[in-house]
């Protein structure tokens, strides 16, 4: 099988994924992108290195994390999509577990949802399926995070991609 995400082939060889978490508390880089230019740096420099697909998250997955408003969520993602979206045509995948981040993640340029819920949540199947969009349902297997969606351990992993 083979899917296009904008100018990136996925047909079965390995791809970069740059990383960038605009959380000031984040597992995997401690919030060192969680302010504005020096996230758009990191976007910079991640292009220049070579990354073929940029993944923004916008809540921190780490244990003992506070989930974040929807609201607060989108003003930390989509000025980060917005920029990316200004300087270069890589994809860009949003890192989310909301639904609602999700669907104006996509309408702001994202081109995949990445969801970190584990596409547990009927209105993210519901929004993925209405946008026709490719998602990565992320595993997880400690749930630490005290919403009912992410309260029950999984032991499963997934990939999937719709061709349209």
């Not at 390995?14 to 230019?37: E, K, R």
Request: net charge negative.
């Amino acid at each position: 099988m083979s899917l296009s995400l904008g100018k990136l082939k996925l047909d079965g060889k390995c791809h970069v994924m740059g990383i960038l978490n605009v959380t000031p508390d984040s597992f995997y880089d401690g919030g060192w992108h969680f302010d504005s230019n020096k996230a758009q740096t990191r976007v910079e420099q991640m292009i220049a290195e070579g990354a073929e697909i940029i993944d923004v998250g916008g809540e921190s997955t780490r244990p003992g994390s506070k989930s974040v408003s929807i609201e607060e969520e989108l003003e930390r993602v989509i000025p980060v999509i917005d920029f990316i979206k200004s300087i270069s045509d890589i994809p860009i995948s949003i890192d989310t577990q909301k639904a609602e981040v999700a669907r104006k993640a996509v309408e702001a340029g994202a081109s995949v949802v990445n969801d970190v819920g584990g596409l547990r949540n009927d209105d993210m199947i519901r929004t993925v399926s209405d946008l026709q969009i490719p998602v990565i349902i992320m595993h997880l297997s400690l749930i630490h995070i005290s919403e009912p969606t992410r309260r029950t351990p999984i032991s499963y992993a997934r990939f999937c991609l719709k061709k349209k």
